[in-house]
């Protein structure tokens, strides 16, 4: 099997429209977690969002084609040319076309272009439809959009899983060039799909947030928290295959070692009992790695914020790590970010490798009020210093997906 390296990341996120702004913030306990300025609040009664701000999608992309994407897809173009430029590589001359696949997820698409041209059917008419319709919202388009961008020819892919869709496609995209499908992977995830149907949805199954204040209302493993936060944005890496790195010189922010993927097969919703699933997961991931459990130093936590996820994620790690469970750290970079669906275990995956090269375990914020159930060390509030030679990152999807990836420094 081909090892695997990381030698490009972006990412546009409710922290910033880079990886790096995103990750500075991060490290600093910034929120990217505020009122919204999109949705029209005489229709939900949830307005505390995790927004991507300032972003232009021209600065990427064509003008025209931009306005034909919908916005995840234009999320998922530019992050994925800011990894390519991070990684130095230019399609077609020090990587060949045929040997670069693509493999972005997305749990929900473009549901807020559906809802759009959906209003201007029943209004205006059938003539009145875009043309661009499907393309803009079907959820296969971001990967599509970035393989056309960047003149990718290889295997072109989409993991439709939920809150894991972003792990899953980094993983699925690793058996790739494990495989030598590819010598190189771009991979990730992206959403935007804060609208006031989700915002309906979401609010209506009791799964979001009630708190107004925005510096409360994200607040994993805090025995407060009431629900997730709704969020924005993209994730991608450069998967590369060692050797082709190392022939091209690259630089490396680690090693992908490890990949785990489960089902519940409990309920659509809600996870199965201490997190049976999510367990069998992290186990898989520890052993595709050929690693123990008391080698992992950070856990990069799925840590929605919501009763159940945080509670039985604990119980999961508890079950997996033993006594370890204990000295190693747990944080949510959710408690910043909001909850990016099928984004989120994409940026996750950027900041576990952040985290490795800086030595920094990111905070979970919001961090008042200790559950005497949720006992591990969740970095509350500031960030740590620690050297970090193994991470690992959880994602758990409505659906019972589960999705765990293993990062390694690179030596």
Known sequence: MK???????????????????????AKKGISGIAESTRLDKEKVDISIVGEVKGFEPQNYMDKREARRMGRFSQFAVAASKMAMEDAAVTVGENVEAERVGVWIGSGIGGLGEFEEQYQKFLDKGQRRVSPFTIPMFIPDMASGRVSIELGAKGVNNCSVTACASGSNSIGDAFRVIQQNKADMMVTGGAEACITEMTIAGFSNMTALSKNSNPNQASRPFDKGRDGFVLGEGSGVLVLEELEHAKARGAKIYGELIGYGATGDAYHITTPAPDGEGA???????LEDANISSNEVDYINAHGTSTAYNDLYE???????????AYKLAVSSTKSMTGHLLGGAGA????????????????????YETPDEELDLDYVPNVAKEKKLDIVMSNSLGFGGHNATLVFRKYI
């Open 347 to 366: 940026v996750e995956a950027v900041f576990s490798l952040l985290a490795i090269r800086d030595s920094v375990m990111p905070p979970t914020i919001n």
């Open 3 to 25: 090892r695997v390296v990381v030698t490009g990341i972006g990412a546009v996120t409710p922290l910033g429209n880079d990886a790096f702004t995103s990750w500075e913030n």
């Open 279 to 285: 367990q069998r997961s992290m186990n898989e991931a």
């Open 314 to 324: 604990t119980n999961a790690i508890k079950a997996v790590f033993q006594e370890h």
